[in-house]
T-cell receptor
Framework: GQQLNQSPQSMFIQEGEDVSMNCTSS?????WLWYKQDPGEGPVLLIA?????ELTSNGRLTAQFGITRKDSFLNISASIPSDVGIYFC??????????????FGKGTLLTVNP | DAGVIQSPRHEVTEMGQEVTLRCKPI?????LFWYRQTMMRGLELLIY????????DSGMPEDRFSAKMPNASFSTLKIQPSEPRDSAVYFC???????????????FGPGTRLTVL
């Protein structure tokens, strides 16, 4: 099946720094989504992207849908301690029809030092 | 609005016992997904339903796993008999139909942490 390569696996940053993480795939995706998971909770949707080249912001978060439709990145600006968590990318494959399955990356563990 | 509700939040059982996990999707969502999360394999889709009908169960690991959705507001994932390798966090997620939103945008419940001894 399709694989998503998410990097980096983990990041340790100082409060106030900007963060960038990305996902790549060998296959085309129709939709890219970014989720955040806090300990003991389910993933929470941060941003959804639907068009190649689309750049979308949600507060301090910005994500882009790659032109080739095989990649996406997420930036977090001016990080704060509550940004700590695991960030997942997810893609909906270009398989047509009403297939709404998502493939998830392995996640990026973000630690923010105050 | 209430989010996806899962119960129990934690389950500890012994190998060979039957385990039933429960999920109530967000009202009005007609897609329901069951996932399993482990350190080794990450988030894996087990099965998903549309309008209470199973659409794709290719992720169900083996016959010990079964899922049902008897109505629009309730689904179960059953493991019988359970094994230690089934220990994981199981998530339920739901999404809106195409006419009311974007089905790819899945909303997750808090999960059930299953430990099989």
């Amino acid at each position: 099946g399709q694989q998503l390569n998410q990097s980096p696996q983990s990041m340790f940053i100082q409060e106030g720094e900007d963060v960038s993480m990305n996902c790549t795939s060998s296959s085309i995706f129709n939709t890219w989504l970014w989720y955040k998971q806090d300990p003991g909770e389910g993933p929470v949707l941060l941003i959804a992207l639907y068009k190649a080249g689309e750049l979308t912001s949600n507060g301090r978060l910005t994500a882009q849908f790659g032109i080739t439709r095989k990649d996406s990145f997420l930036n977090i600006s001016a990080s704060i301690p509550s940004d700590v968590g695991i960030y997942f990318c997810a893609g909906q494959p270009n398989s047509g029809g009403s297939n709404y399955k998502l493939t998830f990356g392995k996640g990026t563990l973000l630690t923010v030092n105050p | 609005d209430a989010g996806v509700i899962q119960s129990p939040r934690h389950e500890v059982t012994e190998m060979g016992q039957e385990v039933t996990l429960r999920c109530k999707p967000i009202s009005g969502h007609d897609y329901l997904f069951w996932y399993r999360q482990t350190m080794m394999r990450g988030l894996e889709l087990l099965i998903y339903f549309n309008n209470n009908v199973p659409i794709d169960d290719s992720g169900m690991p083996e016959d010990r796993f079964s899922a049902k959705m008897p109505n629009a507001s309730f689904s179960t994932l059953k493991i019988q008999p359970s094994e230690p390798r089934d220990s994981a966090v199981y998530f339920c997620a739901s999404s809106k139909p195409p006419g009311l939103g974007r089905p790819a945008e899945q909303f997750f419940g808090p999960g059930t942490r299953l430990t099989v001894l």
